[in-house]
């Protein structure tokens, strides 16, 4: 277990490092504006869709199914044909009315920012049906215990957009969101064309082409396998995007706040999402096929077992990111992105959003490991249900705090959405086998271990400023 965490997270980690760098380019050469503002809005539904994709939906319903498809070649490609039909014809839309979709995704954009946004969101969204078929590619891997390609791929996305950045740098604000988006699909189609090299290597291509084959003669031997997929897979959807909806949100409503307030959030959740992907997506992307096999054979000792090792690992590692970040936030961002463009007032704007996302790492984290009990399960219903109920938490309070803390105000209410999700994932898994799993003696050295590290933290803070 722990080799495919470390093998996810390393991959995440380099992922992540690359992108730091190209943030830190974006940062000082496009600032906190509405150029920014405007890439990051374009980028907004596609890399929405991204994580709802790679980060869980798909893979948690269509692994199980094709472990137990009697025509994992016909079924697979049914499914990868099926809904790359219907992500190109969605894409096809937004580029025929892209003014729509950007006054959807940005309201408080006026007339102009929504023309300067549009054409920048009709070439992003080509990126969509390139991440699909990563992640359809991807979940194959998965099923073979190959993880490095899809850890490593996101690195190639970002190596893509450094080299737009380096390219640009000299030219106007908006030529750079040009050439930002041009970079955007090539690495997209970078991250396509590895995955296909991988699936060379693990045999699995030959598979496909024989299922494309003879698809149009035994189609109809996967129809009810389909089925019963489709039924499946909207509501583990819906289970998995509860902070992504929440994020896009931000950007409608951050849109009606002063310039700048949409990059506060997305520079500030960049910073949160590194723990949260190194550790929890790591952790349960390779934790997910053995709790599935484990209960799928009636063993469910085991897959608690596998469980309670993967909860201590992410409690400890994510309670000290946590307060690491929050301790540290003005000198993180300070040193990731305060620079050129990005003023010290923006790095304190930013500093405080992220400190706010942080309260909420924990629970978001041990979510995202409790929830691979429900998929196994097969408990999708049940999901998204808990999804509802933390997304209508967001909505309440984002409305609430928006006019008395402006940008902070969204991201509060980003974090008491996740702890609400927390909460009813923790509750359906079961309070009997959560306290379980908790043992006093670790309780105490992980409480012992915190207070010691925030001493610790808050006496070097001041020497820290010294290096930066």
Do not use: C
């Not at 991959?11 to 920014?36: E, H, K, T, W």
């Not at 993880?147 to 106007?172: K, P, Y």
């Not at 999402?273 to 190194?278: D, E, H, K, T, V």
Request: charged share 10%; hydrophobic share 55%; proline share 2%.
């Amino acid at each position: 277990m722990f080799k495919s965490i470390f093998t996810n997270s390393f991959g995440i980690l380099f992922s992540r490092i690359l992108g730091f760098v190209r943030d830190l380019l974006m940062a000082s050469i496009l600032g906190a504006n509405i150029y920014s503002d405007i890439f990051f809005v374009a980028f907004k539904l596609p890399n929405l869709f991204r994580r709802i994709f790679a980060e869980g939906a798909f893979s948690q319903v269509f692994i199980p199914a094709f472990a137990h498809s009697k025509h994992k070649a016909l079924f697979s490609v049914k499914i990868f044909l099926l809904f790359l039909s219907i992500i190109i014809t969605l894409t096809l839309l937004v580029n025929l009315a892209p003014s729509l979709i950007t006054q959807a995704i940005a309201s408080g954009f006026s007339s102009q920012n929504i023309a300067l946004a549009s054409p920048y969101v009709a070439i992003n969204f080509w990126y969509l049906p390139l991440i699909f078929s990563v992640t359809f590619m991807g979940s194959l891997l998965q099923y073979k215990h190959h993880f490095a390609t899809t850890a490593f791929s996101t690195a190639l996305l970002n190596l893509s957009l450094i080299g737009a950045l380096l390219l640009a740098q000299d030219l106007e604000k908006q030529t750079i969101v040009f050439y930002l988006s041009i970079g955007v699909i090539i690495g997209g189609v970078l991250q396509v064309l590895s995955h296909i090299v991988a699936l060379h290597k693990m045999g699995l291509l030959k598979m496909l082409f024989g299922g494309a084959k003879y698809l149009k003669k035994k189609i109809a031997l996967t129809t009810n396998e389909t089925k019963k997929f489709t039924k499946e897979f909207f509501p583990a959807m819906w289970g998995n995007s509860t902070a992504q909806v929440s994020a896009f949100l931000d950007t409608i409503l951050a849109s009606f706040l002063v310039s700048g307030s949409i990059s506060y959030l997305y520079y500030a959740n960049r910073v949160f999402q590194l723990p949260l992907a190194l550790f929890a997506i790591a952790t349960s992307v390779a934790l997910f096929p053995k709790v599935a096999r484990y209960l799928k054979n009636n063993d469910e000792q085991k897959a608690l077992a596998n469980l309670s090792k993967a909860f201590w690992f992410l409690t400890y590692l994510l309670s000290f990111s946590a307060i690491g970040g929050i301790v540290l936030s003005n000198e993180i961002v300070t040193l990731l992105f305060e620079r050129g463009a990005f003023t010290h007032s923006d790095t304190l704007t930013t500093a405080n959003v992220l400190s706010i996302y942080l309260l909420g790492l924990l629970p978001f984290g041990l979510q995202k490991l409790f929830s691979l009990w429900l998929y196994a399960k097969h408990l999708q219903m049940r999901a998204a249900a808990i999804a509802t109920y933390a997304l209508v938490t967001y909505i309440v309070f984002a409305l609430l705090l928006l006019e008395p803390l402006g940008v902070m105000g969204l991201a509060l209410a980003s974090t008491l959405s996740g702890m609400v999700s927390f909460f009813f994932t923790l509750k359906t898994f079961g309070l009997e086998r959560f306290f379980a799993i908790l043992h006093f003696k670790n309780i105490l050295y992980l409480v012992l271990s915190l207070v010691i590290f925030s001493y610790l933290l808050i006496l070097f803070k001041d020497i820290i400023n010294v290096y930066i």
